[in-house]
C-alpha cells in the first residue's frame, strides 16, 4: 500500500507539472498590451517639471487626429520624466505617415514637427536643445530639434513660409521636386508670394537657394515653373503662377547636370488644413534668420509644400506595418509538445510501475 501512495503521489505530480507548463506557454503567449505607445523625454527639453505633456498627431497630407490643445493629447508620466501616449489608440494605422509635435502643454515651447508610422511604436522621442528649428508658419519662432533615438526618420522637411528650408525627412507622399512646384504654384503664405514679401531677397535668389537645398538642378527648376503655371491655374481661383520671367535659366547658379529630378503629376487638391490654432498673421517682417523665441503654436498647415498637395497619404507610402512585437509561436508549441511527451512518459512508466507492485504484492 505504501508503494501505491508514493506511485500515486508521482503521477500527480506529473500531471501538475504539465498544467504548470501550458500554463506558462499560455502567459507567454499573450499579445502584448499597448503596441502603439511612443514615449518622449521630457528632461532633454528641460521640461521637467512640466504637469502635462501634449502628443500632437496629424496625417501627412490629411486631418489632425486629435484637435490642438485638446486635453485628450496629454501623455502619461513615467519615472525619470519619461512620458508616454497609445498613439495607435489616438488613430495612427500602418500604411500612413504622421507629422507628430511635442508641446509642454503650458503653450511656452514646443519642439520640431517629426515623422511618425506605426515602425516608431516602443521608441522614444528627445529634443536638442542645443539646435533651434524654424517655425514653418511662423518664421519669428523656433522649436527645439526632435530625434528618435532608434528610428530613421527626422524633422519634416519642409519650405518655410520665408523660402528656408528646414528638416531632415521627405514624407513619403511627395518629393523634393513636387515640394518645390507646391511652393511655385501655392497662393497662401506658404509659398513664394510671400516669401518675396518678407524675405528681402528676390525671386532668382529664392529659387536657386530652395533648388539647392532641396537637391535639385536648374533642369529642375525649369520643368517646376512650367508645372506650377499649370497648377496654380488648376487650383480653382483662376490665377497663374508664372515665374517665368521672374526666374532665368542662364543666370542660375544651380548645376546643369542631367541626373534631375523626375517630375511627379501636378497636385489635384490642396491639402487639407491640420491644427485648428495658428498666427493670426503670417511674419509681418523679413527676417533674414529665425529668431530664437520658441514657437508656442502649431503650423497652420499640415506640412503643405511636404504634403505634395494630394490628399491621398498611401500615395507611394513606403511605411511598413505595424510592428509591435507578438510572440514567437513557434518555440512555445515545440515547448508545450516537449512537456505534453515528458508527462506521457511518465504516466506511462508510473502505471507500468503500479501494475508490477500489483502483481507483487498479489
Known amino acids: 500500500?505504501?508503494?501505491?501512495?508514493?506511485?500515486?503521489?508521482?503521477?500527480?505530480?506529473?500531471?501538475?507539472?504539465?498544467?504548470?507548463?501550458?500554463?506558462?506557454?499560455?502567459?507567454?503567449?499573450?499579445?502584448?498590451?499597448?503596441?502603439?505607445?511612443?514615449?518622449?523625454?521630457?528632461?532633454?527639453?528641460?521640461?521637467?517639471?512640466?504637469?502635462?505633456?501634449?502628443?500632437?498627431?496629424?496625417?501627412?497630407?490629411?486631418?489632425?487626429?486629435?484637435?490642438?490643445?485638446?486635453?485628450?493629447?496629454?501623455?502619461?508620466?513615467?519615472?525619470?520624466?519619461?512620458?508616454?501616449?497609445?498613439?495607435?489608440?489616438?488613430?495612427?494605422?500602418?500604411?500612413?505617415?504622421?507629422?507628430?509635435i511635442m508641446n509642454d502643454g503650458a503653450g511656452f515651447a514646443q519642439c520640431s514637427e517629426l515623422l511618425l508610422d506605426t515602425t516608431c511604436f516602443g521608441d522614444t522621442v528627445y529634443a536638442d536643445r542645443n539646435v533651434r528649428i524654424e517655425n514653418p508658419a511662423d518664421s519669428n519662432k523656433t522649436s527645439f530639434s526632435a530625434h528618435w533615438k532608434q528610428s530613421k526618420y527626422g524633422t519634416i522637411k519642409q519650405i518655410t513660409s520665408i523660402g528656408n528650408v528646414i528638416g531632415e525627412t521627405i514624407p513619403a507622399n511627395t518629393s523634393a521636386y513636387q515640394m518645390l512646384v507646391n511652393f511655385l504654384a501655392s497662393k497662401?503664405?506658404?509659398?513664394?508670394?510671400?516669401?518675396?514679401?518678407?524675405?528681402?531677397?528676390?525671386?532668382?535668389?529664392?529659387?536657386?537657394?530652395?533648388?539647392?537645398?532641396?537637391?535639385?538642378?536648374?533642369?529642375?527648376?525649369?520643368?517646376?515653373?512650367?508645372?506650377?503655371?499649370?497648377?496654380?491655374?488648376?487650383?480653382?481661383?483662376?490665377?497663374?503662377?508664372?515665374?517665368?520671367?521672374?526666374?532665368?535659366?542662364?543666370?542660375?547658379?544651380?548645376?546643369?547636370?542631367?541626373?534631375?529630378?523626375?517630375?511627379?503629376?501636378?497636385?489635384?487638391?490642396?491639402?487639407?488644413?491640420?491644427?485648428?490654432?495658428?498666427?493670426?498673421?503670417?511674419a509681418t517682417q523679413a527676417p533674414t534668420q529665425p529668431s530664437t523665441q520658441p514657437s508656442t503654436q502649431a503650423p497652420t498647415q499640415s506640412s503643405t509644400n511636404a504634403a505634395g498637395g494630394n490628399n491621398s497619404s498611401n500615395n507611394g507610402n513606403t511605411s511598413g506595418g505595424n510592428t509591435s512585437s507578438t510572440s514567437p509561436k513557434t518555440g512555445h508549441q515545440g515547448f508545450m509538445l516537449l512537456m505534453m511527451l515528458l508527462t506521457l512518459a511518465g504516466v506511462g512508466g508510473v502505471c507500468v510501475s503500479v501494475k508490477q507492485l500489483t502483481k507483487k504484492e498479489r
Request: aromatic share 8%; hydrophobic share 40%; proline share 5%.
Open 1 to 100: 500500500m505504501k508503494s501505491k501512495k508514493i506511485l500515486s503521489l508521482m503521477l500527480a505530480l506529473c500531471i501538475a507539472l504539465t498544467v504548470c507548463g501550458v500554463g506558462a506557454v499560455a502567459v507567454t503567449a499573450a499579445p502584448a498590451d499597448h503596441s502603439g505607445v511612443i514615449y518622449f523625454d521630457a528632461a532633454s527639453a528641460g521640461w521637467e517639471k512640466s504637469e502635462r505633456i501634449m502628443f500632437y498627431v496629424y496625417e501627412i497630407g490629411g486631418e489632425e487626429l486629435i484637435p490642438w490643445g485638446s486635453k485628450r493629447l496629454i501623455g502619461t508620466e513615467g519615472a525619470d520624466h519619461i512620458w508616454s501616449y497609445d498613439v495607435g489608440a489616438m488613430g495612427v494605422v500602418p500604411g500612413k505617415q504622421y507629422g507628430l
Open 188 to 282: 497662401g503664405y506658404l509659398c513664394l508670394t510671400n516669401a518675396l514679401n518678407f524675405n528681402g531677397k528676390d525671386a532668382q535668389t529664392t529659387i536657386d537657394e530652395i533648388a539647392k537645398a532641396l537637391g535639385l538642378n536648374k533642369n529642375d527648376v525649369e520643368k517646376a515653373i512650367q508645372e506650377a503655371k499649370v497648377t496654380g491655374a488648376n487650383d480653382g481661383s483662376g490665377d497663374k503662377t508664372d515665374w517665368t520671367g521672374k526666374w532665368e535659366k542662364a543666370k542660375s547658379s544651380l548645376s546643369d547636370d542631367s541626373g534631375s529630378v523626375t517630375p511627379t503629376q501636378p497636385a489635384t487638391a490642396a491639402p487639407t488644413q491640420a491644427p485648428t490654432q495658428a498666427p493670426t498673421q503670417p
